[in-house]
């Protein structure tokens, strides 16, 4: 039975959220402050459903020290609908945002999207193509690519958004670190770099698409 933890401090929205994941066969875990859901964390956690405003902490606290030992898929929820919370939410890792009020089958539909995405079945050998977001590791044909952090973190960002594309401003707003590291064309280098590592192991593979000036994105079908 899949696991998720939900880390909400409502009575109400987290019971209707409970009823409506266990009525579709989810196991769920609760938790009422982020003290107490970081505690709650474990591997056998598939993915992880996190309010903002916490009692004790706000969420993107919680979700930072998740990051430290667990890359489990995390859904935030907030009151709050601004650019800044959502881009500050995914910059530290979060898969997903949505606001309240808010449905609990959409809920559902994107808890649903993010697991097709992050539990790949096994063994990797039967798949041309993965990555790994628990070791950081994208893989081609079994062999692991040769990434910097800022390739890796942009493959891990194409890989959570299947068939959208990024531009060039919003692969650094979720990718770059280091304001230093910014700089006209450095989206595209890391691109060509990530190109060339998969040349390395199979010459005419390429999962990349590029759109003339809109940006780039992980393709559809690979």
């Not at 800044?84 to 009020?101: N, T």
């Not at 079994?142 to 692969?171: A, C, D, Q, V």
């Not at 304001?179 to 280098?189: H, I, K, L, N, Q």
Request: aromatic share 10%; no cysteine.
């Amino acid at each position: 039975m899949t696991k998720i933890l939900l880390i909400e401090d409502e009575p109400g929205i987290q019971e209707t959220i409970q009823i409506t994941l266990e009525s579709e066969g989810f196991s769920v875990s609760l938790a009422f402050t982020g003290k107490e859901g970081i505690q709650k964390v474990s591997h056998d956690i598939a993915l992880i459903i996190l309010d903002i405003g916490l009692p004790d902490q706000n969420g993107f606290e919680v979700l930072k020290e998740i990051r430290k030992s667990y890359q489990t898929p995390v859904i935030f929820l907030t009151a709050r609908n601004t650019e800044i919370d959502k881009v500050l939410g995914l910059e530290i890792g979060a898969d997903d945002y949505i606001v309240k009020p808010f449905s609990p089958r959409e809920l559902l539909a994107r808890i649903r999207a993010i697991l097709r995405r992050t539990t790949q079945p096994q063994p990797m050998e039967d798949h041309k193509f993965r990555i790994s977001l628990d070791k950081k590791l994208v893989y081609l044909n079994g062999k692991t690519l040769n990434l910097s952090p800022y390739e890796y973190k942009t493959m891990e960002l194409f890989f959570k958004w299947p068939g959208r594309i990024f531009t060039r401003e919003e692969i650094m707003d979720n990718v770059w670190t280091e304001p230093e590291d910014s700089f006209d064309r450095a989206v595209d280098t890391v691109i060509k770099n990530i190109r060339a590592r998969f040349k390395e192991i199979e010459n005419d593979f390429d999962p990349i698409e590029t759109r003339r000036g809109q940006g780039y994105g992980l393709k559809e079908k690979i």
